[in-house]
């Protein structure tokens, strides 16, 4: 048989502190996006997204097929980020605007670079990220 959980168990309090933490944290999140120091109705029907400013597809030269193992970093100044990897696709600098210095890596190819690489906030009423698209294409060493 299940056994029931009391209302002052530690698993209850768990719940209802992490269902508090989760409205408290939807209601912020709601508040910033529509908060560009003036509520406007410019800025209400933006939507809560969170834009790659970086989107690097990562292919071996040779085959064309993307390298899911490829490992990468941005540098904005003193700033690292460490790139994600969504099969091949690295992602990164996300509603970061700035001026990155790109190293990619993987297992067996030569490393690859890009320096000066500017990611723009978008001028529209959401203020959105503008997205890079490059193609690093490794070669095998």
């Known amino acids: 048989m299940g056994q029931q959980m009391s209302p002052s168990s530690p698993?209850?309090?768990y719940r209802k502190v992490l269902l508090k933490a989760l409205g408290m944290m939807s209601a912020s999140l709601a508040a910033?996006?529509?908060?560009?120091?003036k509520f406007s109705s410019s800025t209400v029907g933006c939507?809560?997204?969170?834009?790659?400013?970086?989107r690097i597809d990562v292919i071996d030269v040779a085959t064309g097929a993307p390298l899911e193992e490829a490992v990468?970093?941005?540098?904005?100044?003193?700033?690292?980020?460490p790139?994600?990897?969504?099969r091949g696709r690295l992602l990164g600098a996300f509603e970061r605007p700035g001026r990155y210095d790109i190293s990619i890596a993987a297992s067996g190819y030569q490393s690859w670079t890009r320096t000066e690489v500017w990611v723009r906030?978008?001028?529209?009423?959401?203020?959105?990220?503008?997205?890079v698209q490059l193609q690093a294409q490794l070669v095998h060493d």
Request: include cysteine; charge should be neutral; aromatic fraction near 8%.
């Open 121 to 131: 906030r978008d001028r529209g009423p959401c203020h959105y990220i503008q997205p």
């Open 72 to 81: 990468g970093i941005a540098s904005d100044g003193p700033d690292l980020e």
């Open 47 to 54: 939507r809560l997204v969170a834009r790659p400013g970086l």
């Open 83 to 86: 790139l994600q990897n969504f």
């Open 11 to 13: 698993r209850s309090t």
């Open 32 to 37: 910033l996006a529509l908060y560009d120091g």
